[in-house]
Protein backbone atom coordinates (compact mmCIF):
# COMPACT_ATOMS: atom_id res chain seq x y z
CA UNK A 1 0.00 0.00 0.00
CA UNK A 2 1.46 3.31 -0.67
CA UNK A 3 1.66 6.73 1.35
CA UNK A 4 -0.92 8.19 -0.93
CA UNK A 5 -3.13 5.21 0.16
CA UNK A 6 -3.17 5.16 3.01
CA UNK A 7 -3.64 9.42 3.29
CA UNK A 8 -6.41 8.96 0.67
CA UNK A 9 -7.99 6.46 3.24
CA UNK A 10 -7.29 8.70 6.08
CA UNK A 11 -8.93 11.39 4.66
CA UNK A 12 -11.85 9.58 3.53
CA UNK A 13 -12.51 8.29 7.01
CA UNK A 14 -12.21 11.57 8.84
CA UNK A 15 -14.28 12.85 6.88
CA UNK A 16 -16.64 10.46 7.75
CA UNK A 17 -16.03 10.78 10.87
CA UNK A 18 -16.99 14.73 11.24
CA UNK A 19 -20.26 14.01 9.51
CA UNK A 20 -21.17 11.51 12.35
CA UNK A 21 -20.46 13.90 14.99
CA UNK A 22 -22.31 16.82 13.58
CA UNK A 23 -25.18 14.53 13.33
CA UNK A 24 -24.77 13.29 16.73
CA UNK A 25 -24.57 16.80 18.11
CA UNK A 26 -27.85 17.88 16.08
CA UNK A 27 -29.38 14.39 17.58
CA UNK A 28 -28.55 15.67 20.90
CA UNK A 29 -29.69 18.88 20.43
CA UNK A 30 -33.02 16.47 19.78
CA UNK A 31 -32.94 14.76 22.61
CA UNK A 32 -32.02 17.17 25.21
CA UNK A 33 -35.17 19.53 24.20
CA UNK A 34 -37.06 15.90 24.06
CA UNK A 35 -36.16 15.19 27.76
CA UNK A 36 -37.03 18.81 28.92
CA UNK A 37 -40.63 18.13 27.84
CA UNK A 38 -40.20 21.26 24.88
CA UNK A 39 -40.21 23.72 27.86
CA UNK A 40 -37.34 26.10 27.34
CA UNK A 41 -36.91 26.14 31.34
CA UNK A 42 -36.24 22.64 31.29
CA UNK A 43 -33.66 22.54 28.62
CA UNK A 44 -31.47 24.90 30.55
CA UNK A 45 -30.91 22.24 33.17
CA UNK A 46 -28.87 20.38 29.83
CA UNK A 47 -26.99 23.48 29.69
CA UNK A 48 -23.73 21.55 29.86
CA UNK A 49 -24.53 18.96 27.14
CA UNK A 50 -25.78 21.85 25.12
CA UNK A 51 -22.44 23.74 25.95
CA UNK A 52 -20.69 21.08 24.29
CA UNK A 53 -22.27 20.11 21.47
CA UNK A 54 -22.20 24.30 20.67
CA UNK A 55 -18.44 23.69 20.79
CA UNK A 56 -18.28 21.01 18.96
CA UNK A 57 -19.85 22.29 15.64
CA UNK A 58 -17.76 25.83 16.81
CA UNK A 59 -14.79 23.73 15.95
CA UNK A 60 -16.02 21.48 12.84
CA UNK A 61 -17.52 25.01 11.35
CA UNK A 62 -13.56 26.63 12.04
CA UNK A 63 -11.88 23.36 10.75
CA UNK A 64 -13.62 23.48 7.48
CA UNK A 65 -13.21 27.60 7.28
CA UNK A 66 -9.66 26.93 8.31
CA UNK A 67 -8.94 24.51 5.76
CA UNK A 68 -11.08 26.54 3.02
CA UNK A 69 -8.74 29.75 3.14
CA UNK A 70 -5.29 27.81 3.62
CA UNK A 71 -5.81 25.00 0.69
CA UNK A 72 -6.87 27.82 -1.31
CA UNK A 73 -3.56 30.07 -0.48
CA UNK A 74 -1.61 26.77 -1.20
CA UNK A 75 -3.28 25.73 -4.68
CA UNK A 76 -2.74 29.71 -5.64
CA UNK A 77 0.76 29.28 -4.55
CA UNK A 78 1.32 26.05 -6.03
CA UNK A 79 -0.45 27.41 -9.00
CA UNK A 80 1.88 30.27 -9.86
CA UNK A 81 4.91 27.86 -9.51
CA UNK A 82 3.50 26.09 -11.96
CA UNK A 83 3.10 28.72 -14.71
CA UNK A 84 5.85 29.31 -17.59
CA UNK A 85 7.01 32.41 -18.69
CA UNK A 86 3.65 32.51 -20.97
CA UNK A 87 1.38 31.96 -18.10
CA UNK A 88 0.28 29.21 -19.23
CA UNK A 89 -0.06 25.98 -16.27
CA UNK A 90 2.02 23.40 -17.32
CA UNK A 91 -0.41 19.86 -16.22
CA UNK A 92 2.83 18.10 -15.72
CA UNK A 93 4.07 20.07 -12.75
CA UNK A 94 4.89 18.16 -9.22
CA UNK A 95 3.12 20.37 -6.57
CA UNK A 96 4.86 20.25 -3.19
CA UNK A 97 2.12 18.87 -0.34
CA UNK A 98 0.99 20.66 2.50
CA UNK A 99 2.82 21.91 5.32
CA UNK A 100 3.02 19.50 7.67
CA UNK A 101 2.10 23.05 10.53
CA UNK A 102 -1.53 22.88 8.42
CA UNK A 103 -2.50 19.56 8.72
CA UNK A 104 -1.33 19.49 12.39
CA UNK A 105 -3.63 22.49 13.44
CA UNK A 106 -6.47 20.88 10.97
CA UNK A 107 -5.78 17.83 12.96
CA UNK A 108 -6.11 19.52 16.56
CA UNK A 109 -9.59 21.00 15.99
CA UNK A 110 -10.28 17.80 14.34
CA UNK A 111 -9.51 16.11 17.85
CA UNK A 112 -11.02 19.16 19.50
CA UNK A 113 -14.72 18.76 17.65
CA UNK A 114 -14.99 14.85 18.44
CA UNK A 115 -14.30 15.01 21.82
CA UNK A 116 -16.48 17.75 22.72
CA UNK A 117 -19.12 15.66 20.99
CA UNK A 118 -18.05 12.72 23.03
CA UNK A 119 -17.91 14.75 26.50
CA UNK A 120 -21.43 15.47 24.96
CA UNK A 121 -22.70 12.32 25.03
CA UNK A 122 -21.27 11.36 28.08
CA UNK A 123 -22.43 13.74 30.00
CA UNK A 124 -26.07 13.02 28.51
CA UNK A 125 -25.93 9.83 30.02
CA UNK A 126 -24.91 10.94 33.21
CA UNK A 127 -27.50 13.29 33.36
CA UNK A 128 -30.17 10.50 32.44
CA UNK A 129 -29.00 7.92 34.96
Known sequence: MKLSDIL???AIDTTKASDLCRQSNYSLIAVCWIFANESVDKVL???IVLLFVI???FFDFIQY???GIVEGRHYDS???NAKDDLGKINEEYDAKPYPISINKISTGIYYA???CT???FILLMWRLM
Open 8 to 10: SQY
Open 45 to 47: GYR
Open 55 to 57: MSL
Open 65 to 67: FYR
Open 78 to 80: EES
Open 113 to 115: KVC
Open 118 to 120: LIA
